[in-house]
């Protein structure tokens, strides 16, 4: 999985072929273990959390 932004130790990474999981356009965002999945199309959390 490709890294497409780093910053504040938050790697944000988007999937190519991940659509049978979610079915829609997201990134991964990850920072210290915690992983969050967010909606392109409508940007907003579909899976997971990160600290908060």
Do not use: N, W
Not at 37 to 48: E, I, N
Request: with cysteine.
């Amino acid at each position: 999985m490709p890294t497409i932004s780093m910053f504040y130790g938050i790697l944000i990474r988007m999937f190519f072929r991940d659509i049978e999981k979610h079915h829609t356009p997201h990134i991964h965002a990850e920072y210290q273990g915690d992983v969050a999945v967010y909606s392109l199309s409508a940007f907003c959390v579909s899976a997971g959390e990160l600290l908060r």
